[in-house]
């Protein structure tokens, strides 16, 4: 007997966490883009090259799951504190990314030991794999456009 779901999903059921399903949309778009480019960098550029694209992908799936869980944490808050959330998360990154990159570019042992071509590629091609990735859950969500709560009174 097969187990029963307390929650069956019927036919125009919205979804129910939409940031939680682009992120996982993303999340297995970046991380197969990401190990596919950890491997070629392994193979062409040896070992610098391997630390270079696993810190580029961890750079992109932390920067941007940042922002999609931020706005899962707001999803029951209002659409302009919503707005004001993914503002305030969105400049908070770029500050954080924008020092931990001037103190990685003053760095001499991570231009040392870490390739930062293969870095600035792989994080490019993780950046674009994200994007299709939620973009693709995206299109897949069940998002109505009218409120499904409220009585209509014809």
Not at 23 to 49: H, Q, T
Not at 59 to 66: E, H, K, Q
Not at 104 to 132: P, Y
Request: net charge positive; aromatic share 6%; glycine share 10%.
């Amino acid at each position: 007997m097969a187990p029963s779901d307390p929650t069956p999903k019927v036919a125009g059921q919205a979804t129910r966490h939409p940031a939680l399903a682009m992120l996982r949309g993303a999340l297995i778009a970046a991380l197969v883009v990401g190990v596919n480019a950890i491997a070629v960098s392994a193979v062409w550029v040896g070992l610098p090259g391997f630390l270079g694209a696993v810190l580029g992908l961890l750079i992109v799936v932390v920067f941007s799951g940042v922002g999609l869980l931020a706005l899962h944490l707001s999803r029951k808050a209002s659409p302009t504190t919503q707005l004001a959330v993914a503002m305030a998360s969105y400049t908070g990154r770029i500050a954080v990314f924008g020092g931990l990159l001037a103190v990685a570019l003053s760095s001499d042992s991570l231009a040392e030991h870490v390739n930062l071509t293969v870095l600035g590629l792989v994080a490019l091609v993780v950046v674009m794999g994200w994007m299709a990735g939620e973009i693709w859950a995206w299109s897949r969500l069940r998002v109505p456009i009218y409120d499904l709560d409220k009585e209509v009174n014809a």
